[in-house]
């Protein structure tokens, strides 16, 4: 099993143009997140999903929106990068449902510069 | 609001000297506390997950230990492989099993 996968690893982005992140898992997980990652800022939770078909934002959803296209897939989307989205992004799962806690599985990350 | 609070920001050890870590938390009913190691230009990874006061785990030269207000992550002769950033997270009960991260513990262990 390749467990959470992330595309693309890099990404340089112009201020203005817009892209799409990746995420892909093969654990079968019900639930899955985007988080950025900032210096001396910690994880911060961007949008998820705790299921197929539903989304739901997150501490720091501006200027992002996030398809969940399929029970595998969790995607992305800056429609018009800003420099303050310069950050590290890493999706994570989980199998989430029934009465115990439930642990987030990271993929790889994508590491973005907005110029 | 949640809260995770991790101390101290960056710790350097040499090697064979044991250590602690902290995480204090504040959440509104605990459903797990969780600890990650992540490795420079990688994605955390897990580590334990405990659920209730008084509960340990331990991994190789790692135990984790949880009381109702902070988590300490032990670390016994620590090597240099043992070098990262240890973060930690909590889990509250009606979250939709959101995590909120501390910042994170560099770790650094000397030869």
């Known amino acids: 099993n390749a467990g959470v996968t992330q595309t693309p690893k890099f990404q340089v982005l112009k201020t203005g143009q817009s892209m799409t992140l990746q995420c892909a898992q093969d654990?079968?997980?019900?639930?899955m997140y985007w988080y950025r990652q900032d210096p001396g800022m910690g994880l911060r939770l961007i949008y998820y999903s705790a299921s197929e078909g539903t989304t739901d934002k997150g501490e720091v959803p501006n200027g992002y929106n996030v398809s969940r296209l399929n029970k595998r897939e969790f995607s992305l989307r800056l429609e018009s990068a800003a420099p303050s989205q310069t950050s590290v992004y890493f999706c994570?799962?989980?199998?989430?449902?029934?009465?115990?806690?439930?642990?987030?599985?990271f993929g790889p990350g994508t590491r973005l510069t907005v110029l | 609001e949640d809260q995770v609070t991790q101390s101290p920001e960056a710790l350097r050890l040499q090697e064979g000297e044991s250590s602690s870590l902290n995480c204090s938390y504040t959440?509104?009913?605990?459903?797990?506390l969780f600890w990650y190691r992540q490795d420079p230009g990688k994605g955390p990874e897990f580590l334990f997950t405990l659920y209730s006061a008084g509960e340990e785990k331990e991994k190789e030269r790692l135990k984790a230990t949880l009381t109702k207000k902070e988590s300490f992550l032990h670390i016994t002769a620590p090597k240099p492989e043992d070098s990262a950033t240890y973060l930690c997270a909590v889990q509250a009960r009606g979250s939709n099993y959101k995590l909120t991260f501390g910042k994170g513990t560099l770790l650094t262990v000397n030869p």
């Open positions: 654990m079968n997980h019900n639930s």
């Open positions: 959440v509104s009913g605990l459903r797990g």
């Open positions: 994570a799962s989980s199998e989430a449902g029934g009465q115990g806690s439930d642990t987030q599985y």
